[in-house]
């Protein structure tokens, strides 16, 4: 019966320890094997991706890894392959000791999208550990006079396995005077106890040499010995008797080393040195020795280590009292560790997303983590938050397992990044809670547009400037990051499509510094506008534009101009005033202009130099001549003026005007031709007429020629012109110039206005009617230099100051529109 009972635990233990894998995928998205322990290094356990439903090379993809929940992982993934293997060989008895099962976790975590799947590893026990004996020589004194059927308690074997493969049996050698009970303990291995058969003699037979055997069931079995030597003692007839057999005692796992677990008490019977009682630990385990210990004389059981109900919930200890002949009882201790909420929660985090972009949509998952609290019992329900308001939330996904989502908007520019602070917190009592910080970096998106310091810039600049001038800066900020926060700066053209602009001005592209290209001229062009764009890096850049106003600042750079009496070269004009003319009587009126502006071109007008200084004055405002008193006969005929024509620059610049005035008896006398009655006509001599006729024959030849070559040279350069007409936009109808005018050496403006004279008659204080414009004079377009004939036509602001030297030399005088 026995060797058939043995046989069916062998069978049992062999299908136990068969090498297979048990996988089995439960609604909490669990996945769960099975392995033996010893299990060498690189051993295959599983295929994981087969088993979580992947193709191969998605685990790789995926950036799949393994994260544990310990500070160890026991196995190695295979990415490409999916394979799970064995890291190094496991021992059950040191990963778990006595617990059954044995299990350990780990996570697996996928990227992209994030997730993450538990994985439960069973250990199974192999029998790879014999039942040993800590005390090889255990010594039992036992008096002559013990009773049969008396028991002797024997410390236990300790096995290291479990289960089948843990402590089984005890067999005792054969003997005459034992035999061997196998008893069981409620928590903890079996013992066994030696009971007395037959009376012990000292004198026949003073000392009894045992070996008991400790097997377990393992196939094959492994056993442990220990050699007992029991000693006859001489004749001492009453054995301590305890109080109870069985104490029982409640703890809190979290008392101080030194409490009071209990106090036993036996009494013995005998007198003397026979009664005296003596308590210790008898054959007890391990564990029990280095938690408690008890007082010899009094039998108080306290603690001296420190107790873990996580570990171990109860302990059955053995104590025993000795008497002064050397007797003893045993009597035992139940003490049951009361769990109390000690233990924190706590918080693994498996995987962290970041830095996370700032567009991140809502419930982008943003870390995993689990939550473990070892006080179960006790603990009460988990709850999991966060500390501060942020735009995050905690998401539960399965059983202990979180997620941290986001729960706003993000926006980098507000803030670059969070510390996330979790708090795991069970409900005691006491309620204890862990804080584990989360940092994310909030990735920056090019979001923001370039923004310009102001709305519009104004910039000025003085007319006649040296080219390649600085005149001012635009600048525009980007909230935005790196590349995308690298501002480039450009020119926009006029929405007209004119693309002149870029002859004048220039910018930086890095900086937005403007430069003026060309030479400014006040008189050609007063302001002008364009566009600037501000572009970011980003890949999908973003800009804004700001409008640039250009004024042109005038420069005193521009001589006044002698409109009337017209200064050409020829003979000097003529004007006729009656001899009977009172005094205030209206001669003439020196007509002028100034090109510039404002302070610049305000005239004045001074007598400069004339024949009779007392006969004429000159109005300083208006430069209208009048006579100052009534001219008489004795006055010359001819009276010579020259009046100073002065503007109010600085420095000021001035013209002069030359003009005769003949004092005559009336208007009817032929005085436009004139001669000085002062002179009598000269006798011209022949050779200087004939000289003088050479002279002007090569002149005229001299002319010719030069006529001829400029001609020649105008054909050409309009030839040119035609034929690049797509680089050069100087006659393009545009509303912007394409060139900055320079003042001319000689003064003159860069607007014609014909004038035609005419004068009224009839009576002697009729007054001159002048300086009636017959050519319409149009105003340039806003922000440009252009100027319209009487046709409509355009044209560029060179062309204008050529055409007002010309109608200078046709005798057409401008107009002073400025």
């Avoid at 803030?415 to 940092?439: C, H, K, Q, R, W």
């Avoid at 001299?702 to 100087?730: A, C, D, M, N, P």
Wanted: charged share 20%.
């Amino acid at each position: 019966m026995a060797v058939a009972h043995r046989k069916l635990l062998q069978s049992r233990q062999v299908g136990s320890l068969l090498f297979m894998l048990c996988v089995s995928v439960g609604s909490a998205a669990t996945i769960r094997y099975s392995v033996a322990e010893e299990m060498e290094s690189g051993s295959f356990v599983a295929n994981v991706a087969k088993d979580l439903g992947l193709e191969v090379g998605k685990l790789a993809a995926r950036g799949a890894r393994l994260v544990s929940e310990g500070n160890k992982l026991h196995f190695r993934l295979h990415r490409k392959t999916g394979d799970l293997f064995v890291k190094e060989k496991l021992d059950r008895e040191s990963l778990c000791g006595k617990a059954d099962p044995c299990v350990l976790h780990f996570e697996i975590v996928l990227v992209e999208p994030l997730q993450s799947f538990r994985v439960e590893v069973r250990v199974f026990d192999i029998n790879d550990n014999a039942p040993i004996f800590l005390n090889k020589e255990p010594l039992l004194k036992i008096p002559e006079s013990t009773p049969l059927g008396s028991r002797f308690p024997l410390q236990s074997a300790q096995d290291l396995d479990v289960g089948l493969n843990g402590l089984q049996n005890y067999t005792l050698s054969r003997n005459a005077y034992f035999h061997l009970h196998t008893r069981f303990r409620s928590h903890g291995p079996k013992y066994a106890e030696l009971v007395l058969d037959k009376p012990l003699d000292r004198e026949d037979q003073p000392e009894v040499n045992l070996t008991i055997t400790a097997v377990d069931g393992g196939s094959p079995p492994k056993s442990g010995i220990a050699h007992i030597r029991v000693e006859v003692l001489d004749v001492n007839d009453h054995v301590p008797q305890f109080s109870r057999l069985v104490y029982r005692a409640q703890v809190l796992e979290n008392s101080a080393n030194g409490s009071l677990v209990a106090t036993v008490s036996a009494t013995d019977l005998d007198e003397g040195s026979n009664k005296e009682i003596t308590y210790s630990l008898a054959q007890n385990p391990e564990a029990v020795l280095q938690t408690f210990q008890v007082d010899s004389h009094t039998g108080e059981v306290r603690l001296r280590g420190p107790l873990d109900f996580e570990a171990i919930e109860t302990y059955d200890i053995d104590i025993q009292a000795t008497d002064g002949g050397g007797l003893s009882a045993h009597s035992k201790v139940l003490v049951e560790v009361v769990d109390v909420n000690d233990n924190p929660p706590e918080v693994t985090v498996s995987s962290v997303s970041s830095p996370l972009p700032e567009d991140s949509p809502l419930q982008t998952v943003v870390a995993l983590f689990s939550i473990r609290d070892r006080d179960v019992r006790v603990g009460g329900k988990i709850t999991c938050f966060l500390r501060e308001d942020l735009p995050f939330a905690v998401k539960p996904t399965f059983r202990n397992s979180y997620s941290l989502v986001t729960d706003r908007g993000l926006d980098r520019e507000e803030v670059s990044g969070y510390n996330i602070t979790i708090v795991a917190m069970d409900t005691g009592p006491p309620s204890l809670f862990t804080e584990t910080v989360i940092e994310v970096l909030i990735a920056d998106i090019n979001d923001n547009p370039p923004v310009f310091q102001e709305d519009s810039y104004i910039l000025t600049v003085r007319e006649n400037n040296s080219p390649a001038i600085f005149i001012g800066k635009v600048h525009a900020e980007d909230l935005d990051l790196g590349e995308n926060a690298q501002v480039t700066y450009t020119l926009l053209p006029p929405q007209s499509g004119d693309l002149s602009v870029f002859a004048y001005i220039s910018i930086n592209s890095d900086n937005g510094k403007l430069y003026a290209l060309r030479t400014m001229d006040y008189e050609a062009i007063q302001n002008f506008q364009f566009v600037v764009k501000a572009t970011d890096g980003g890949f999908l850049s973003l800009s804004s534009q700001v409008t640039v106003r250009v004024v042109v600042l005038d420069d005193n750079d521009n001589r006044p101009m002698i409109l009337y009496p017209l200064q050409n070269g020829t003979l000097p004009c003529n004007d006729l005033v009656p001899r009977s003319a009172d005094a205030g009587f209206l001669v003439t009126k020196v007509v002028a202009v100034d090109g510039d502006s404002g302070q610049n071109s305000w005239l004045s007008y001074h007598l400069l130099k004339a024949t009779d200084p007392g006969l004429f004055s000159v109005q300083q405002q208006n430069g209208e001549i009048r006579t100052l008193r009534q001219i008489s006969e004795r006055d010359p005929m001819i009276q010579k003026l020259i009046i100073l024509v002065q503007d109010h620059g600085q420095p000021a610049l001035s013209t002069t005007a030359s003009l005769n005035i003949l004092l005559v008896n009336g208007f009817s006398e032929p005085y436009l031709q004139f001669r000085d009655p002062s002179k009598n006509p000269t006798r011209v001599n022949p050779s200087t007429k004939y000289l003088v006729i050479s002279l002007a024959v090569l002149s005229f030849l001299f002319l010719l020629s030069v006529t001829v070559i400029f001609g020649i040279h105008i054909y050409q350069k309009v030839k040119y012109r035609e034929k690049f007409t797509v680089q050069e936009h100087f006659y393009d109808d545009c509303n912007f110039p394409n060139n900055l005018v320079q003042r001319g050496a000689n003064g003159s403006l860069s607007q014609p206005c014909p004038y035609e004279m005419c004068s009224a008659t009839g009576t002697s204080n009729s007054e001159f009617r002048f300086l009636k414009r017959f050519m319409p004079n149009f105003p340039f377009p806003h922000g440009t230099g252009e100027t319209k004939t009487e046709a409509g036509s355009r044209l560029p602001p060179d062309s204008n100051r050529n055409r007002s030297q010309g109608s200078e030399d046709h005798g057409q005088v401008p107009d002073n529109s400025m």
